[in-house]
């Protein structure tokens, strides 16, 4: 099973990008923009997105933050070394948040097709809607990727994106610890009336993961040390604890675009290894 996985230089955010369609002002800008507000909205259940560099960007993943994608959504992603020259990447056709698998859970129980996330709308993605559709893939080096999202099955009847993320990734020698904390944060207050009825002020919902590295080798160490300073606790990063799991679930509940919360001191507990512990909220 692979290790862990951060991406925390998103190359989308240096490509000019284009979309086939866009619902008024809603275009491809908003993908590189850290606000869930701020969507690419097609016209229709189809949408096709071109990243284009000046000069060819290393590329092992690209993902999809807050989308209203559905289980039954398709993804297809293609790369080439040069601006419609050679094609040195083609996933096919995939689906980028896949469903739990069939017979995983007492048939009945919950409807087909239902995955991790709670399925809706850039409306309801302050309390916890919206999937991120991800594919992973060997490492290669492209000036141009075409991106091919459809959900004919989207009760909204259109597609809306908030954020691209494309890029290498690191991932340590050794994986994170057991006890891995994964946490629901509400802000949500409970309240009396004078009737003395329970009432709730609705907040907003984010989800926060813990790990500790407990193990980092002197190079991982060195590359961590690097992407703390280069993120700091302001720049977003793409963060999967199971990346390509054989349980789409695992996956799903433990990814997160977000910002890390801790700045912890990485510590020496004995001879030429290190550890650190690493929390990342998502935005």
Known sequence: MPNLRIIHDNAADRAVLAASSQAGTLGPANLQRDSKTAVLRATGTVQTITATWPTQEAIACVALIFTNLTSSARMRVRGYATPDGELVLDTGSIFPCPAAIHGSFPWGVLPLGWNAYKSGGVNTWARGGGADGVTWFAPVRVRQLVIDVSAPQSPDGYLEISRLVAGHYWSPECNAEYGAQLQMQDSSEDYRTAAGDLKTAMGTSSDKLSIQLAHLTPLDRARFMRILRESGKG?????????????????????????????????????????????IEGI
């Open 235 to 279: 720049r977003a990063m793409l963060f999967s604890l199971f990346p390509e799991n054989p349980d789409p679930l695992l996956e799903q509940d433990h990814m997160l675009y977000g910002k890390a919360s801790n700045l912890d001191a990485v510590a020496m507990p004995y001879y030429d290894t290190y550890s650190a512990p690493l929390q």
